[in-house]
């Protein structure tokens, strides 16, 4: 259905903390939450639509919400945006739609937020695939790496719209001709809608030391050729949890769903189908 909107509109959910949660909703069965990464016009919908109608497909509940301060969702002028602000609107989410046994599925800032809630609710959470998950290295990290250090100059330089777009995103594809026209088209518009806060320095610790609380099942995804977010913490993730599984995933930047769709798709029904 068209609308008036960059992404197709979905659906709300008003939660107890005064967020409103934009997401969509296809497929019944466990539910499987779908965490968008950071950076300028990022939504549910632009980051994982060539994957939930699988997961729906195979059985599953998949629900996409737009990350508070981003897409559709409510964009509080806050200071700063920091990771008990994003599990909070995800809480919200949860509990407005009375969900249990979740699966949640994050990528880069959305795996940080994934990793965060696991920690800060467990019983809620039966399984968690991460993809290249923020949260494993400290601040001055992940500030040095390629990606990250372009996204800041960008910004700086005032460049704005499609052009920036392209700018920030190019870096973040190991094929930068995967970055189609249709991706900048539905982020551009909502980043011009973001606040400051999005676009600064995001509040997130290192919980590297808290891993090994996780007593979920971990699938993990990293590209080697990640510039935005160091490949060694794959390391992280299976020197610390109990129970993960990373695949290190060659010719891939920091988007594994969008660059290597089909292997993804397949692994993590699997995953959840069979273990």
Same mark, same amino acid.
């Given at each position: ?94 509990? @407005?739609?009375? /969900?249990?046994?979740?699966? =949640? %599925? ?7 937020? &994934?990793?965060?809630? !696991? $920690? ?49 995103? @190019?870096?973040? /594809?190991?094929?930068?001709? =995967? %970055? ?7 982020? &551009?518009?909502?980043? !011009? $809608? ?82």
């Amino acid at each position: 259905m068209p609308t008036s909107h960059p992404i197709p509109e979905g659906h709300y959910a008003d939660t107890a903390t005064g967020l409103r949660i934009h997401y969509h909703d296809m497929g019944a069965g466990q539910p499987v939450i779908f965490l968008h990464g950071a950076g300028g016009g990022a939504s549910g919908y632009s980051n994982f639509k060539g994957n939930y109608p699988e997961f729906a497909a195979a059985g599953f509940r998949a629900i996409v919400p737009d990350l508070a301060g981003y897409g559709l969702s409510s964009k509080p002028d806050l200071e700063f945006y920091d990771l008990d602000f994003f599990i909070s609107g995800i809480k919200g989410l949860v509990d @407005t739609l009375g /969900l249990k046994n979740l699966v =949640l %599925l994050g990528n880069s800032l959305g795996g940080a937020v &994934a990793l965060g809630y !696991a $920690l800060a609710y467990p019983d809620e959470v039966d399984r968690l695939i991460l993809m290249a998950p923020g949260g494993v290295e400290d601040l001055d990290t992940y500030l040095a790496m390629p990606g990250i250090a372009n996204m800041f100059e960008i910004y700086r330089s005032g460049l704005t719209g499609a052009d920036a777009m392209r700018a920030v995103m @190019t870096k973040q /594809l190991y094929d930068p001709s =995967l %970055l189609t026209d249709e991706i900048i088209n539905e982020r &551009a518009p909502i980043a !011009a $809608l973001q606040t400051q806060a999005a676009r600064s320095i995001l509040k997130v610790p290192n919980m590297t030391a808290r891993l090994g609380e996780l007593r979920a099942p971990v699938l993990g995804f990293w590209g080697v050729n990640d510039l935005f977010n160091p490949a060694s913490g794959a390391t992280r993730l299976t020197d610390h949890c109990p129970q993960a599984r990373v695949m290190l995933v060659n010719r891939c930047g920091h988007w594994v769903q969008v660059e290597h769709r089909e292997m993804f798709n397949r692994t993590c029904i699997d995953f959840l189908q069979h273990g």
